[in-house]
């Protein structure tokens, strides 16, 4: 069963601007990741986010947290036609458990 | 670095068949963990090994089995195909029991007839 839940399932935008998805899960966690997928190949992690911490940034990414609504946004910030992909998120709910990930969401970054 | 690497690539079998997948994970990884991708959902998780042992069992059929040999690679055999096997399977390493990060490979595309 999926626990994450991503929103929008597609979204389309132009190079430049910024894209946000949103990720709700239902059970309490341990940390939350996101991944992409190029063109259903291999998953690339990008950021991980602990349950106690509330914002993290990587690059042109930034991941909040927010436990007591149980949901996550990744914004990527002046996207790049590369940019496209599907986006997951994925729920652990210790250290040594496996992920569950949601459907994804569908970016297609257009130059 | 090499990272995790899978074989085959793509793999077309019929109902009834019997597959095996392999996976080699990334160099001093000693956790490998298992998925299946079904076209348009997210992973589903399959099995997870350390050190030789299953150490996970998500919600798949007993037609699915798995092991992970002393140089920590690893094979997923299924057995009696059904169309809706037809999926993507990836597999993911990580260092050691407990470490967050995972890393994917490339996947073997299956396809069920």
């Known amino acids: 069963s999926q626990q994450g839940e991503e929103d929008p399932q597609a979204l389309s935008i132009q190079e430049g601007e910024n894209a946000t998805m949103n990720c709700s899960y239902k059970?309490?966690?341990?940390?939350l990741q996101w991944y992409r997928q190029n063109s259903g190949r291999g998953l690339v992690h990008l950021i991980l986010i602990r349950s106690n911490e509330r914002e993290k940034h990587s690059g042109r990414l930034r991941v909040t947290l927010d436990t007591s609504k149980k949901s996550s946004s990744l914004l990527i910030t002046a996207s790049r036609a590369a940019d496209t992909a599907s986006y997951f998120c994925a729920t652990q709910r210790s250290g040594n458990t496996p992920l569950v990930f949601g459907k994804g969401t569908r970016l297609s970054v257009i130059a | 670095d090499a990272g995790v690497t899978q074989s085959p690539t793509h793999l077309i079998k019929t109902r009834g068949q019997q597959v095996t997948l392999r996976c080699s994970p990334i160099?001093?990884?000693?956790?490998v963990s298992w998925y299946q991708q079904v076209l348009g959902q997210g992973p589903q998780f399959i099995f997870q090994?350390?050190?030789?042992?299953?150490?996970g069992r998500g919600n798949f059929p007993d037609r699915f089995s798995a092991r992970q040999f002393p140089n920590y690679s690893s094979e997923l055999n299924v057995n009696a195909l059904l169309l809706g096997d037809s999926a993507l399977y990836l597999c993911?390493?990580?260092?050691?029991?407990?470490?967050?990060?995972?890393?994917f490979g490339p996947g073997t595309r299956l396809t069920v007839l």
């Open positions: 059970t309490s966690i341990n940390n």
């Open positions: 160099s001093g990884h000693k956790s």
């Open positions: 090994y350390y050190e030789k042992e299953e150490r």
């Open positions: 993911a390493s990580s260092l050691i029991l407990g470490y967050n990060e995972q890393f």
